[in-house]
T-cell receptor, first 116, second 117 residues
Framework: DGGITQSPKYLFRKEGQNVTLSCEQN?????MYWYRQDPGQGLRLIYY???????QKGDIAEGYSVSREKKESFPLTVTSAQKNPTAFYLC???????????????FGEGSWLTVV | AQKITQTQPGMFVQEKEAVTLDCTYD???????LFWYKQPSSGEMIFLIY??????QNATEGRYSLNFQKARKSANLVISASQLGDSAMYFC??????????????FGQGTELSVKP
C-alpha cells in the first residue's frame, strides 16, 4: 500500500540523548515535512524539504536536525539541545512545494516521544 | 500575528444533524490554499477537503463542504448528517503561495467536535 510510514510509534528518551525518528514514503512525493504537536495544540513546522539534498528550517528548528539523502526518506533527529522534546511528531509529504497551492499534504501516523 | 484562527475550542452536535466549524485566516498573498484535517484520538491527520483561493465554487467532498467567503477571509467546514465517528479534533490549515515559503502548511489551534447519540 502507498503511504507514509513513521517509526517507532512510541519512543522514550533519556536526558542528554539524541534520538532519530524515521519517516519513509512510497508516494514518489518531492516534498517532505516534520511537524511537532503538543497536547491540545495545533501543529508547528520543524523542518521541510522540497527536494533531495535540500531542506529548510521551519518555525521551531532549534534542537532538531534532518537529512534528505533519498527522495523517500526524511529522518528527524531530536538532539540533546532540544530542552522540551516530549511531544507528538508528524511526518508529511506532498507532490511538490512552491507556488502551486493545490498539492495536498498527507501525513503519517505519528510518533510519540517521551523524555524519561 | 495569528494566521489561522479557530475560535471554537469545542463543539457538540447531535447525531444526524449538521455542524459548522469556523476558520478565519490572514494572508496578503493572492495565491493560497485552505485545508481541513481530521485528527481522531489515534493521532493520525486525515485530509478532508481543499479550497484554492482562485476556485470559483465552494469545495465539497461527500458529507464535507467548505463555506469559502474570500472577502471575509473565512473558510468554514460544514459536516452534514453527523456520525458518531466524526468525533475528533478538526484543524484548519493554510498554505501560502509565496515561493520562498516552500508550500508549508500553517495550522490553527483546532476544534474538538463531539457527536452525541
Amino acid at each position: 500500500d502507498g503511504g507514509i510510514t513513521q517509526s517507532p510509534k512510541y519512543l522514550f528518551r533519556k536526558e542528554g540523548q539524541n534520538v532519530t525518528l524515521s519517516c519513509e514514503q512510497n508516494l514518489n512525493h518531492d516534498a517532505m515535512y516534520w511537524y511537532r504537536q503538543d497536547p491540545g495544540q495545533g501543529l508547528r513546522l520543524i523542518y521541510y524539504s522540497q527536494i533531495v539534498n535540500d531542506f529548510q528550517k521551519g518555525d521551531i528548528a532549534e534542537g532538531y536536525s534532518v537529512s534528505r539523502e533519498k527522495k523517500e526518506s526524511f529522518p528527524l533527529t531530536v538532539t540533546s539541545a532540544q530542552k522540551n522534546p516530549t511531544a507528538f511528531y508528524l511526518c508529511a509529504s506532498s507532490q511538490g512545494a512552491g507556488r502551486r497551492s493545490g498539492n495536498t499534504i498527507y501525513f503519517g501516523e505519528g510518533s510519540w516521544l517521551t523524555v524519561v | 500575528a495569528q494566521k489561522i484562527t479557530q475560535t471554537q475550542p469545542g463543539m457538540f452536535v447531535q447525531e444526524k444533524e449538521a455542524v459548522t466549524l469556523d476558520c478565519t485566516y490572514d494572508t496578503s498573498d493572492p495565491s493560497y490554499g485552505l485545508f481541513w484535517y481530521k485528527q481522531p484520538s489515534s493521532g493520525e491527520m486525515i485530509f478532508l477537503i481543499y479550497q484554492g483561493s482562485y476556485d470559483q465554487q465552494n469545495a465539497t467532498e461527500g458529507r464535507y463542504s467548505l463555506n469559502f467567503q474570500k472577502a471575509r477571509k473565512s473558510a468554514n467546514l460544514v459536516i452534514s448528517a453527523s456520525q458518531l465517528g466524526d468525533s475528533a479534533m478538526y484543524f484548519c490549515a493554510m498554505r501560502e503561495g509565496q515561493h520562498n515559503q516552500g508550500g508549508k502548511l500553517i495550522f490553527g489551534q483546532g476544534t474538538e467536535l463531539s457527536v452525541k447519540p
